[in-house]
């Protein structure tokens, strides 16, 4: 705990380093060819938030800029003033700017490869956060059409780079448009994001992705992720909240289930949860049942759970998991929702209005799934719940399992990484939408979702050869991450670094791995 009083000094409650060592016990169990961390408990770490007084806390988040460090953080209407203070490392005076940023601001004149710390807060001066940033220079700053699926897509990772080529291109940047919105300022503040210009290309600006992961200074609790990001995704509408009215009817429906599928029984159901997008799900039985063990198997892009998932399901059926398979939006069994101007991800930019987030609509069925799956087990005894995901699926078990504490394993196989790694492997690994939309990223990283996923424990399948995208290696900065944020949060996260799969899938190695971090969680 570190209190200041000198006139201009932040305040900082209850703060403890990421990085104090205290006595750990860790449980490390070593494969053949791959590598298997589990964490158990220790005590002595916390977060960097401060004393919120059940208020939404404050997220603030860094991207290293050139001279600059570019900031972010959850606004609200509710937060009229903020106040920005920084200063390098090791000194003792503070600069410091109040106003109403909307969330963000690019602070400059900084040296370059010196730490600077930055303390945010409200203007009662009540929530507070702070961070540790480094100003440095992006190797590569424009990335012209670099995404063959969409060739009118161009990242940048300054703003500075993508003023220079819209230059080139005679585009005006106030004929941009971001969220369905006019842009009616562009400077060295203006917002990251997915922005469309009048003659069809697509320009991204992302100063947070880059090719190292860079670890954030604090870990934060899951509860404060939780909060946070609902009211990002939902703003006052939060579905989860006591008197959401958005419950889903599922509506039974007739798919074709591969003879090979090892369940007694299956039931497919519709949920419709947008006027353009339902979600098509099958429910299989095992032959036996484990009571109160449910399985939430969600696919990537592409083909179907069922037709591309059978050696996993299997495996969950065979271990009596109820199993519930799902597909991603316009994927798989929802191709049939494909209408003109909703082919892929991308295209649900065009369902943004700045009010109606799209990356909820990736959320949304999840949900649906385990409204059904409480409700029926009323009564019948403890439950455990567990999603797992490939790909696109692995990416949506983390994002929901931040969200929902009903989710008490989260398995994401070949899922997705920070924003800081995405440019480290060739072809660079944004993913699609959903998976770099700003307005959420900016606010609650991808590594504060990875570690806030399931309320008892976390499992991450990486492949170091993976063909298609996600490629983590043994020792990487990424795995030591998640295993301090182990130790911290005392809650088991497991990585499982696959280096002989040459698959984007969880092989038969992956799945012994699986069961062997499963077994002690299971035991009650």
Same mark, same amino acid.
């Given at each position: 705990?570190?209190?200041?009083?000198?006139?201009?000094?932040?305040?900082?409650?209850?703060?403890?380093?990421?990085?104090?060592?205290?006595?750990?016990?860790?449980?490390?169990?070593?494969?053949?060819?791959?590598?298997?961390?589990?964490?158990?408990?220790?005590?002595?770490?916390?977060?960097?938030?401060?004393?919120?007084?059940?208020?939404?806390?404050?997220?603030?988040?860094?991207?290293?800029?050139?001279?600059?460090?570019?900031?972010?953080?959850?606004?609200?209407?509710?937060?009229?003033?903020?106040?920005?203070?920084?200063?390098?490392?090791?000194?003792?005076?503070?600069?410091?700017?109040?106003?109403?940023?909307?969330?963000?601001?690019?602070?400059?004149?900084?040296?370059?490869?010196?730490?600077?710390?930055?303390?945010?807060?409200?203007?009662?001066?009540?929530?507070?956060?702070?961070?540790?940033?480094?100003?440095?220079?992006?190797?590569?700053?424009?990335?012209?059409?670099?995404?063959?699926?969409?060739?009118?897509?161009?990242?940048?990772?300054?703003?500075?780079?993508?003023?220079?080529?819209?230059?080139?291109?005679?585009?005006?940047?106030?004929?941009?448009?971001?969220?369905?919105?006019?842009?009616?300022?562009?400077?060295?503040?203006?917002?990251?994001?997915?922005?469309?210009?009048?003659?069809?290309?697509?320009?991204?600006?992302?100063?947070?992705?880059?090719?190292?992961?860079?670890?954030?200074?604090?870990?934060?609790?899951?509860?404060?992720?939780?909060?946070?990001?609902?009211?990002?995704?939902?703003?006052?509408?939060?579905?989860?909240?006591?008197?959401?009215?958005?419950?889903?009817?599922?509506?039974?429906?007739?798919?074709?289930?591969?003879?090979?599928?090892?369940?007694?029984?299956?039931?497919?159901?519709?949920?419709?949860?947008?006027?353009?997008?339902?979600?098509?799900?099958?429910?299989?039985?095992?032959?036996?049942?484990?009571?109160?063990?449910?399985?939430?198997?969600?696919?990537?892009?592409?083909?179907?759970?069922?037709?591309?998932?059978?050696?996993?399901?299997?495996?969950?059926?065979?271990?009596?998991?109820?199993?519930?398979?799902?597909?991603?939006?316009?994927?798989?069994?929802?191709?049939?929702?494909?209408?003109?101007?909703?082919?892929?991800?991308?295209?649900?930019?065009?369902?943004?209005?700045?009010?109606?987030? /799209?990356?909820?609509?990736?959320?949304? /069925?999840?949900?649906?799934?385990?409204?059904?799956?409480?409700?029926?087990?009323?009564?019948?005894?403890?439950?455990?719940?567990?999603?797992?995901?490939?790909?696109?699926?692995?990416?949506?078990?983390?994002?929901?399992?931040?969200?929902?504490?009903?989710?008490?394993?989260?398995?994401?196989?070949?899922?997705?990484? /920070?924003?800081?790694?995405?440019?480290?492997?060739?072809?660079?690994?944004?993913?699609?939408?959903?998976?770099?939309?700003?307005?959420?990223?900016?606010?609650?990283?991808?590594?504060?979702?990875?570690?806030?996923?399931?309320?008892?424990?976390?499992?991450?399948?990486?492949?170091?050869?993976?063909?298609?995208?996600?490629?983590?290696?043994?020792?990487?900065?990424?795995?030591?991450?998640?295993?301090?944020?182990?130790?911290?949060?005392?809650?088991?996260?497991?990585?499982?670094?696959?280096?002989?799969?040459?698959?984007?899938?969880?092989?038969?190695?992956?799945?012994?791995?699986?069961?062997?971090?499963?077994?002690?969680?299971?035991?009650?």
């Amino acid at each position: 705990m570190r209190m200041c009083h000198d006139l201009g000094e932040p305040q900082y409650v209850n703060i403890r380093e990421l990085w104090c060592k205290p006595m750990v016990k860790v449980m490390r169990m070593c494969l053949p060819g791959i590598f298997l961390i589990g964490f158990l408990f220790v005590s002595g770490c916390g977060g960097g938030q401060g004393s919120f007084n059940n208020a939404e806390p404050l997220f603030l988040n860094a991207a290293s800029q050139n001279g600059q460090v570019f900031l972010t953080w959850n606004s609200a209407s509710s937060l009229a003033k903020t106040r920005v203070q920084w200063r390098k490392q090791g000194e003792t005076a503070w600069q410091q700017i109040e106003g109403n940023f909307e969330g963000r601001l690019a602070v400059s004149g900084l040296q370059n490869e010196d730490e600077y710390e930055f303390v945010l807060s409200d203007e009662a001066d009540i929530r507070r956060d702070r961070i540790i940033a480094v100003p440095q220079i992006h190797a590569l700053q424009s990335y012209p059409h670099f995404n063959h699926f969409l060739p009118a897509l161009s990242l940048f990772t300054s703003q500075e780079a993508m003023n220079a080529w819209m230059q080139t291109q005679e585009i005006d940047p106030l004929t941009l448009t971001l969220r369905g919105k006019p842009v009616l300022a562009w400077n060295e503040h203006a917002a990251n994001g997915y922005y469309s210009a009048s003659n069809g290309e697509k320009l991204l600006l992302l100063r947070n992705a880059a090719t190292r992961f860079r670890a954030p200074s604090f870990t934060r609790s899951p509860e404060q992720v939780r909060a946070v990001l609902r009211k990002t995704l939902w703003r006052n509408r939060d579905p989860f909240g006591s008197a959401s009215t958005s419950a889903n009817t599922l509506e039974p429906l007739t798919l074709v289930v591969p003879t090979d599928i090892r369940a007694v029984s299956a039931q497919s159901y519709r949920i419709r949860y947008h006027s353009q997008l339902a979600s098509r799900i099958t429910f299989l039985m095992p032959s036996s049942p484990i009571a109160g063990r449910f399985a939430i198997y969600h696919e990537g892009h592409g083909s179907r759970a069922l037709d591309v998932a059978k050696e996993t399901i299997n495996w969950l059926l065979d271990r009596g998991w109820q199993v519930v398979t799902m597909d991603m939006p316009l994927s798989g069994a929802n191709t049939d929702d494909m209408q003109a101007g909703l082919m892929n991800h991308y295209d649900f930019d065009s369902l943004d209005n700045g009010i109606d987030d /799209p990356v909820a609509l990736f959320l949304l /069925p999840v949900k649906a799934v385990v409204d059904h799956i409480v409700s029926r087990q009323t009564g019948q005894g403890l439950q455990t719940v567990m999603m797992i995901g490939r790909s696109g699926g692995g990416w949506t078990t983390y994002v929901y399992a931040a969200l929902d504490a009903r989710i008490a394993i989260a398995v994401s196989i070949a899922g997705g990484t /920070p924003m800081s790694q995405r440019l480290a492997n060739s072809p660079y690994d944004l993913g699609d939408y959903e998976q770099f939309a700003s307005h959420l990223y900016d606010v609650v990283p991808h590594e504060d979702m990875m570690t806030s996923a399931g309320t008892r424990a976390a499992f991450y399948v990486f492949n170091e050869n993976d063909p298609c995208c996600f490629r983590v290696r043994q020792n990487e900065p990424l795995v030591s991450y998640l295993q301090a944020a182990s130790v911290q949060l005392n809650k088991p996260l497991g990585v499982f670094i696959d280096t002989a799969n040459p698959e984007h899938s969880i092989s038969a190695s992956g799945l012994i791995a699986l069961e062997t971090f499963l077994e002690p969680l299971l035991k009650n």
